[in-house]
């Protein structure tokens, strides 16, 4: 099929703040049209022909006005009513410039139940809405009252009949119904009029609060995106792909965040169509400068970057866990440390905590990979040095390494430090903690930068709240990344940090590994004898067993593949600690079960180190 | 009925932070004893002993172990585990001296849907448990595989027939599935071996969802837990009233906080089913300490608190609305400003921003609201001067005055100010802006303090985010109280206070108002254009009265009782505006619609001052 690209529009509903901000941040993202929320221009000082001008300024074509609700099927008094306010609003439409209403199907107290009413009510819409140049797109809400279907509007349109009357899709109240999209397929595309794309959570709760507080970018849901987006576009529609999209988060968050975010997400969408989409359609996406996604073979070392003198440092611990310093670079900033393939760089940046600042993966082809997540519209980072770099969302520095490539080469040798190596191979995962509103977006961000793919989200009770657990992983799992949230935290009871970041090492005997790390006096975290009772009454593991996972405060978990025994670091600051894993058999989830445990006896190592640092009240 | 008062108990799975804090928090707000969250104590560095010894210091009973889970219905390999793991439980039952364990149904695959098994293995592990002791309190979980009713736990209880094995009753598990209560009632109170209390909003969504994040406090939901509660302790039931409620606040709250809302919810469920409850319960409510709720009879005044010297100063606002200065307090701090019924006393605290600090309630017993209020664990503040005074959980003080008292005595009548009077007749109500966490638990203590009744809650979608608003009133509709909160807030995109608090005057003529107002040079909002458009094809106003609303920047609603005609001055610093209304007919509500107007409005009054405050960029 030929067709042109699509044209990408974003709603202005999507985004927060006044019509200014919201137009400016649409801009910004490289977005071709809008759609107009009335509620929008409503409470703008703007005249309508300022409104005009500045998306035009913008590059931004106004594309659809929305919403005109509770029109049809309603008594002949409210017919009259509802005319007179529609002609009040094709007065602002021709001003604006824009040629589609959307009208959604009704949910008034005054409409009844009847097809024939409604086709012939929007009829006579559409033929004032013809007078004036403009379009009448009919969509059905998932909670309308009586039209709640795509296939429903679709036969009141065409009883309707009128060439000024169309549809409008939005595949959230299509596939929040669980509707078949195959009928789509019969809906000739110039009788679509508009195309509006959203995603969300499955959740199991009433639609409309559904659709209200839980909407999601493309690919940060759960909705088979790339089938609807692909078969609407099948059926010949060549307007704006548009996105509505809302959610409690991006009602209050920055539009400009969010707009890159809802960018992101078109580009991948239609990577996606691009690949697996209708072959008739693979040649519309446009996706011609958006390189592959890499195949990430593994980690080539996690950076902390850490304040310097006076500041917690890591290296003792490092040391403790059998780490080797390898060398320094040039400028003595910072130190490589290595165990088995488990390579960490501290770099001392004079501010700032001990964080996880930088990643790099082993990629084949580097560039590439680099090329493609600026292309996703994340910012090049110069902490790479000679390797290709951009920034995450989270901050992060993604560093992208060639396999085998010689970056240690950078480091001068240190002088040989005592080698006690104590069992760890490498790095099992990185797990950052994201604020809950970054959550969506920078785990669309990993995924799409490295072509990871997502692992079942998990959430727990944790001492200080609910954390959520989202995980990614390359086919061949090699890069695992956790990103971790609190699902709320506000005000100053519990820890700032509900949930450090942490790596996790590779060990194949981890009590081996923990005796060999406390002989070295690395600083592991005592796990209380109650967990072990629970233990016991839970799996009835052999006693031998038991007792040596309770003499190494190792923790236990099992699923129906495999086994994952698990140990933990004290803190290190209030940002960052240390893990070592063990997995036996196909055992694929991260201990999240355990996650508590180590929480609150964070908690209880520090309460009780800040109990020992207070001076003695007591008289001498 | 005779019998013993309730023993008031709470879950420690109601509590943030660990068991130490928990314990502490719990005793700290006068519970009588606890369920313990076995979770709780796998976690905890305590032994057994001391958990027990610590309870016994804090004079708090351990009257539950939770939750044993999934034991039921299953073939024999799987009931010998479950046996097992149910004998190490009561091991750690018997150290903690608690004799009562919670056993839900069963959610797990292994189990099947007989009646039969699932009695007859309860049997086996009664006469285990009462061997030990130990009783078991059968709960049916509302999202139980096959038992999900407490009718269908009661005949599995019945049918198990041992004096140890007996319900537990849950009022989120009974009362979400919209059970039948009336059933309770031929259940022998001693069959019912433990009663837990939860309140919950009416959500339409997944139960378990819905109970692990949005359990509430008694009185904050919208179950009758009075009939609840009252039909359970009519069979005679005789143990513990436990609270169980968890939600996403509660689980990152300061445990302090959360114990004290929870043992005042107690407190006002007892005083609701002495009054209202089955006569033959009444007595063992022991509210006899707990004085009867005031009748407030309005407004005394409002306090408004501001820094002094460089901060906004409200005064020049309140003589632009036509306030005349009455006079000020012997230390000269305090103003008093008057017009109509509405008082307003300015005090100069020498620190933070204007804000509400006191509301002057006319009450015909000061004494006895107050006392009422110490009893509801609110703290006696001495802000009030001669008249008594309570802190509220936001802080502002809560003042209770005479009707008619001469309380403004206290001022030294000022040099007469010039008397423009602008139609101002009295307060109508004082909205009062809460963090997300406080909402539930402020809203409970307004409406049990003032004996207020809630009227419906709103939420709507505002230029940085939704805003949800609950308000309270009398029977009279005297005194009228709004809280409104953000339902998020986090980052740093928008204003740091989404919403200010505010104070809205009544007048009979408010575009009458606004004119004499202007006329004087009260800083009164703009309100855009556009808005007046949609008002006209909303709801097609007579020309002329649409023009003079334009004119005055007055907004508008209507509902089905009357009509509400207001404007807003500008913002006083960050924290605080003034409203004027005028009631037509009986509207009841607040005009929340036009609430995003004034928001956006005050927005870009904001921006257009800071602009205007930038120095001139261009050369001269």
Known sequence: MDGPELHLDIATVCLSGTLEDKLAAAGAAGFDGVEIFEHDLVVSPWSLREVRARCADLGLSIDLYQPFRDFEAVPPDVLAANLRRAERKFDVMEQLGVDTVLVCSSVSPDAVDDDDLAAEQLHALACRAADRGIRIAYEALAWGRFVNTYEHSWRIVRRGDHPALGLCLDSFHVLSRG????????????????????????????????SRHHRLFPGQGAFDLTAFTGTVVATGYDGPVSLEVFNDVFRQADPARTAVDAMRSLLLLREDIATTGPVRVRDRMGVADLPAAPQPTGYAFCELTTAGSGAPDPTPVLAGLGFVHMGQDESSSARLWQQGDARIVVRTTGFGGVRIGALGVETPDPAVAARRAERLLAPTDSGGGADPAVTAPDGVTLVFCRPGSDWTADFTAAEPSAVHTCGITGIDHVSLTEPFDDF?????????????????????AAPFGLIRSRSATDRDRRIRIALNVAALRRGDWAPAVPDPQHIAFTSEDVVASARAMRALGAPLLDIPDNYYDDLDARFALPLGRLASLRECSVLYDQDEHGEFLHFYTHMLGSHLFFEVVQR??????????????????????????EAADRPDPRPR
Chains 1, 2 share one sequence.
């Open 440 to 460: 969506d977006r920078t785990a669309l961000f990993y995924r799409a930068a490295l072509g990871l793919r997502p692992e079942p989200e998990t959430e727990f």
């Open 584 to 609: 036996i058999g196909g055992y694929q989830g991260y201990g999240a079960v355990n996650s508590p445990v180590r929480m609150a006896a964070h908690r209880q190592f520090r309460l009780t180190r």
């Open 179 to 210: 509707s078949d999209i195959a009928g789509i397929r019969v809906i000739p595309g110039s009788r679509i009029f508009f195309l509006q794309l959203a995603d969300a959570p499955r959740l199991r709760m009433d639609v409309l609060q559904w």
